[in-house]
């Protein structure tokens, strides 16, 4: 039987919804433990032991400045409200430091913009305030930390000339550090560890690595902060080795010439399972020259679907656009940690008036959170079948050539590769439609080879929470609509 997709949810839900109603994946949301509960898994290969909440991080980054409706801290409630409701829970903020976002004074210092107070251990404890916020919410928080050097007129250069190398790169209008002495190593890591310990945050983005500081200041300090028994994370801006000091790399995907992608968009043009399978564009620097543009042989990888960076060579703004199908088919139903810029979710308005085209400029306009709301309620949809299956959507073998995703085969070979998420007896079969009409589709079960095995199942459209079939079908037969995707669930009956 052929069972039409109801484009969905989306359409069910346009004019009934008042302002603010709709799907609350805040419930779903995994809970915060203490650092002493939390289990350290280590793994082969040159990644450090992760915390085990790692692999359930939905990551969606924040600029203060522009996302809150205040300008500063004091109205980011509103903010973690909206990412538990989508059901996010882990918030890089960009950097809070003194001074110019990614040009400032030094990460021993707080922004008084932000925190909107004079003295220093009134910020500190503003952020603090924040943190907590987030950790009710059981969302984590990690702040972006600049590696490159200081802005021109912070002090610290007057201090410490001997800790620089130099005049930064033109545009970043600063002074760059000098890895090289020791001295300044040793004071990075404490200044990284005392952020931990005086905020309660939950690790860092480390804008520019592996280059600039390397791996070592990093590593001590989170060396030390374990000491301390604090159990952290460190994400890398650019695709590293990971030398036992980062858990994953914003960057992920490697183009020639050791160029990032800065868009997320990449299993738009390729086939999604081949390139998993064969580590393809999941490359990596050491931080000393040396350069892959394959791998995929470490545990963890992101994708990253926009970032402040994203917007700033093509003018294109958001990644997804308000596309299902780049959302949720290129990013939350496949086997990465998902990180995207604020705004994506519902497709915030992007105005190529802004600074150098960077996406953090860009003011988040929550009026229009609730124009796009159809949009948004999909992606939440798309979330919560994600944090409701977490046996398969968080299954993370050591190396993720070995994710738990195939190929599946339907009627329409010439569109993106339609592929399976599976383990325990059950598959999520994840089937876009990124033609120009809708399609009727006929999906192939490969029973053996997600594990099923010879029994009955039952067939559920998760999308639209309907049962669609059981028994031995040998196929999912369903319509689904131009620039739409379906999501099946195949599953042992219940006896």
């Known amino acids: 039987m052929l069972h039409k997709m109801l484009l969905p949810l989306a359409l069910l839900l346009a004019g009934t919804a008042v302002p603010g109603a709709g799907i609350d994946n805040s419930d779903l949301i995994p809970a915060i433990l203490p650092d002493s509960e939390v289990r ?21 980054e924040v600029n203060v400045e522009t996302a809150s409706p205040t300008g500063n801290f004091s109205g980011m409630e509103k903010v973690l409200d909206h990412l538990a409701e989508t059901g996010v829970n882990g918030i890089w903020l960009t950097p809070i430091n003194e001074g110019v976002q990614y040009g400032n004074n030094g990460v021993h210092t707080l922004n ?7 003295k220093a251990e009134e910020r500190w404890a503003v952020v603090k305030q924040f943190v907590d916020a987030a950790h009710r919410r059981n969302i984590r ?17 007057k201090e410490k000339p001997e800790w620089f190398s130099g005049p930064a790169h033109p545009a970043w209008q600063g002074w760059d550090w000098n890895w090289k002495n020791p001295e300044l190593n040793e004071w990075f890591a404490s200044r990284l560890v005392d952020f931990i310990l005086l905020t309660g945050a939950d690790g860092f983005r480390a804008d520019c690595a592996p280059f600039s500081a390397g791996y070592g200041p990093y590593r001590t300090a989170r060396e030390r902060l374990l000491s301390f028994g604090r159990k952290i994370i ?13 858990d994953f790399d914003q960057n992920a995907f490697m183009l020639p010439h050791k160029k990032p992608r800065m868009r997320g968009d990449v299993f738009m043009e390729k086939n999604i399972v081949d390139m998993i399978k064969n580590g393809e564009e999941l490359g990596w620097f050491d931080g000393r020259g040396a350069f892959s543009e394959n791998g995929g042989n470490e545990r963890f990888y992101a994708l990253t679907l926009s970032s402040h960076d994203s917007a700033h060579s093509d003018k294109r703004g958001y990644t997804a656009a308000g596309n299902p199908i780049t959302f949720g088919y290129g990013m939350i139903f496949a086997p990465f940690i998902p990180i995207w810029y604020i705004g994506e979710e519902w497709n915030n308005p992007y105005s190529r008036q802004i600074p150098s085209y960077w996406l953090w400029a860009n003011r988040i306009d929550w009026r ?37 995703i195939l190929k599946v085969q339907t009627n329409h070979p010439e569109l993106l590769q339609a592929y399976a998420r599976y383990r325990n007896r059950s598959a999520i079969f994840v089937v876009p439609n990124n033609g120009t009409e809708t399609a009727k589709f006929r999906i192939t079960i490969p029973y053996r080879e997600t594990g099923i095995g010879d029994t ?8 639209n929470e309907k049962q669609l079939d059981s028994g031995r079908p040998e196929a999912i037969e369903a319509e689904i609509p131009a620039g739409m995707l379906g999501v099946y669930l195949v599953t042992m009956q219940k006896k």
């Open 40 to 60: 350290l898994e280590a793994v082969p290969g040159r990644s450090p032991a992760s915390p085990d909440w790692v692999k359930s991080l939905i990551i969606v």
């Open 456 to 463: 009955d199942v039952t067939v559920t459209d998760l999308l």
């Open 234 to 246: 460190l994400f890398g801006e650019n695709g590293s080795t990971r030398e036992k000091t980062f």
């Open 368 to 404: 229009k959170r609730e124009e796009n709301r159809d949009f948004y309620e999909l992606v939440k949809r798309m979330i919560r079948i994600r944090r409701q299956y977490p046996e398969i959507f968080e299954e993370f073998p050591a190396s993720h050539r070995n994710a738990n």
């Open 141 to 157: 928080v990690f702040v972006d930390v600049v590696s490159w050097g200081v802005t021109k007129t912070a002090p610290l250069y």
């Open 112 to 118: 008084r913009a932000l925190t909107n107070r004079d």
